[in-house]
């Protein structure tokens, strides 16, 4: 399947209720030969405005960092597990996971990120491919609150520039 048409089913996706609360349905977005994917866990408010994943404030924090080590936003495909917002930015629930998943999977399928960096709690609920190496980080919207949590997410994602600089010599 081609990207544009999983984004096309995703966009008038009704298999489970968050989409009766949103305002927008956030598929994702980047490069369809990124090297590198980033996945949260579900859009919040300001994502629900546009129909852009991490544009919020913790986005724009994650944006910031990884221009702060040479890596492009726009180099990279980021998106979340469920692609719709959920009431009062709760945690989705896991037949909402459930429902949501497959999306994930045939958009990794797609992509073949050689890196998938799974953000937060993401790393609990995202499928493991095999062949593919995943870096698990802090959440930005933790890492903009708690010095120590942002020393770690900026060492995180410094070892990840150098991860992406070994995949570019190898090109
Ligand atoms: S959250 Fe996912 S499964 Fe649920 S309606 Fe939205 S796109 Fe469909």
Redesign the pocket.
């Known amino acids: 399947m081609a990207l544009d048409e999983l984004t096309s089913q995703?966009l008038v996706?009704?298999?489970?209720q968050?989409?009766q609360c949103a305002n927008r349905?956030v598929p994702g977005e980047g490069p369809i030969n990124a090297k590198v994917m980033f996945v949260g866990q579900n859009p919040g408010a300001e994502e629900d405005k546009i129909g852009r994943p991490f544009i919020g404030r913790a986005g724009k924090f994650l944006t910031k960092t990884l221009a702060e080590f040479g890596i492009k936003r726009e180099d990279v495909f980021i998106t979340n597990i469920?692609?719709?917002t959920s009431p009062q930015n709760r945690k989705p629930y896991p037949d909402?996971v459930a429902?949501?998943l497959p999306?994930l999977i045939e958009q990794i399928k797609i992509i073949k990120p050689e890196i998938i960096v799974l953000l937060g709690a993401s790393a609990k609920e995202s499928p493991r491919v095999v062949g593919i190496e995943y870096c698990e980080i802090v959440h930005p919207s933790a890492a903009m609150r708690f010095t120590k949590m942002r020393n770690k997410f900026k060492s995180q994602i410094a070892e990840l520039a150098n991860k992406i600089a070994m995949l570019n010599t190898q090109k």
């Open positions: 995703i996706c009704r298999k489970c968050l989409y349905v469920v692609k719709h909402e429902s949501c999306y």
